[in-house]
């Protein structure tokens, strides 16, 4: 069974720096995208930065310049660290990752179960 475990999120005052990991465990035959998304109260889910097989990346208009994703494949992990961070960027963050699991020949989208950033004095 093919789990994502997150973690990293916790408070944090404004202008600081945080780093989120989320690693892949189970019986995995390949990854394609990698991404990051946010939730924040009362709001839809966004799509915080992606980063596909190759290491192309993009970034909501929100994070740019603050935000940086990584991926480790060996690891089958995804970073994202997050610098200057402003109140708004609090939210419930959560990875997702396309990956195709031994048993089956397609590839699916999983999810972990969210992580707890927020940014506050």
């Known amino acids: 069974q093919v789990q994502l475990v997150e973690s990293g999120g916790g408070l944090v005052q404004p202008g600081g720096s945080l780093r989120l990991s989320c690693a892949a465990s189970g019986s995995i035959s390949s990854i394609d995208v990698m991404c990051w998304y946010r939730q924040a109260p009362g709001k839809e889910r966004e799509l915080v930065a992606r980063?596909?097989?190759?290491?192309?990346?993009n970034y909501g208009d929100s994070v740019k310049g603050r935000f940086t994703i990584s991926r480790d494949t060996a690891k089958i992990a995804v970073y994202l660290q997050m610098n200057s961070l402003k109140p708004e960027d609090t939210a419930v963050y959560y990875c997702?990752?396309?990956?195709?699991?031994?048993?089956?020949?397609?590839?699916?989208?999983?999810w972990g179960q969210g992580t707890q950033v927020t940014v506050s004095s």
């Open positions: 997702n990752v396309s990956l195709r699991p031994r048993s089956s020949g397609y590839y699916s989208d999983y």
């Open positions: 980063i596909t097989s190759v290491g192309s990346t």
